[in-house]
């Protein structure tokens, strides 16, 4: 079973901020008002995710780091309805497996501590602990060492993290988010609802504050957030970010849609910088095509790209931009 989590792993797990990625959404699915992430050495020394959620009952804690175990998915049909980021309960039993594991939870009353190396758990015990999750990851890939040499700089590395995080912190503006590293915070959102004020905390106040609100909606579809003015765009495609449902996916043909609405007013190898939200319902979404659950096909792409499209021109063009 070891060796199955394993390869799974190589899939799910590619470098730190997968682990950072996985762990994070867990602690959304748990319905966590506050999540803190503390990375040291850009995650391959420790990762550690520290949220308020619903936590583990003692009982279940093991079962949660077996493969397909999952308490999010009653029958085969639920995969078509998937609302909560995580579904296929392979996360903890990779991780597990590649690295040095300790979580300690609560679902109010007492909790747990369960420790586990290699794959295998190595105790379990009953623990003081407030109502949510502690995980800790220590030492990873250190069973691994192909994958090891593999890494990229720390300082790659370390904006892989970040960006998955800021990610995640645009889906959720209602959760309160921070992320240190090495003893540094690097940011923290408010947690106060406002995606406005989760994209100052992420862009700088001063960026937030020239972007426009945009909302449009069709039948099928609802689009909303904020997108820059021409004039503060970048070299780069990767401030553009997009969410269905509060989930950040990446989709080529939605990023074309964006950059449309701007039309000539986007110099080439120029892009805005963008965060929007596509609200559909579920069933339009097929969000079970790769592991990282970050491709998706989409029913109806074409009208949401048209939709998005239009929703920011007239924007712009009510700004008379
Ligand atoms: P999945 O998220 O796909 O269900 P995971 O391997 O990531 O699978 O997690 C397994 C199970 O462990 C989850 O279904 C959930 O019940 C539980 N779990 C994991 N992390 C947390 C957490 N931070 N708070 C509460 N429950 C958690
Ligand atoms: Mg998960």
């Known amino acids: 079973a070891v060796l199955a989590d394993q390869i799974a792993a190589g899939e799910v797990i590619e470098r ?19 999540i803190d992430i503390l990375v040291e050495e850009a995650g391959l020394k420790s990762i550690e995710i520290i ?4 936590g583990i009952e003692a009982d279940q804690l093991a079962l949660a780091f077996r493969r397909h ?13 998937v609302h909560s980021l995580g579904f296929r309960g392979e996360a903890l039993p990779s ?3 590649i690295a040095d594991v300790e979580m300690t939870t609560s679902t109010g009353g007492e909790g747990a501590v369960i420790h586990l190396a290699g794959g295998k758990v190595i105790s379990q015990k009953p623990a003081e602990a407030r109502r949510g999750t502690d995980i800790k990851v220590r030492d990873l890939f250190y069973n691994v060492p192909a994958r090891l040499k593999y890494m990229k700089s720390l300082n790659t590395e370390l904006s892989k993290i970040v960006d998955i995080v800021n990610r995640l912190a645009f ?6 988010i921070s ?4 003893n540094r915070e690097l940011m923290r959102t408010a947690g106060r609802g406002d995606l406005q004020q989760v994209v100052g905390s992420i862009y700088g106040m001063n960026k937030a504050a020239k972007m426009l609100p945009i909302s449009g909606s069709d039948a099928d579809f609802k689009v909303s957030g ?4 021409p004039e503060l765009t970048r070299a780069s495609r990767s401030y553009m970010t997009i969410l269905i449902n509060g989930r950040y996916i990446r989709n080529f043909q939605l990023s074309k849609a964006i950059i449309a609405g701007y039309g000539s007013k986007l110099m080439v190898g ?5 965060v929007v939200n596509l609200e559909m319902d579920p069933l339009l979404v097929d969000v079970n095509v790769h592991p990282t659950k970050q491709e998706v096909r989409i029913s109806k792409e074409d009208q949401l790209s048209k939709l998005l499209t239009v929703t920011i021109r007239s924007k712009l063009s009510e700004q008379n931009l």
């Open 226 to 229: 904020y997108v820059s003015l």
């Open 270 to 274: 120029r892009y805005p910088v963008a």
């Open 51 to 54: 949220d308020d959620g619903s």
């Open 16 to 34: 730190p901020a997968s682990v950072v990625k996985e762990l994070v959404e867990n602690a959304i699915d748990a319905d966590s008002h506050e």
């Open 179 to 182: 992320l240190t590293h090495n």
């Open 171 to 176: 889906g959720h503006p209602d959760i309160q």
């Open 69 to 81: 175990a999952t308490s999010k998915i009653d029958d085969r049909k639920d995969l078509f309805r």
């Open 95 to 97: 991780i597990a497996s």
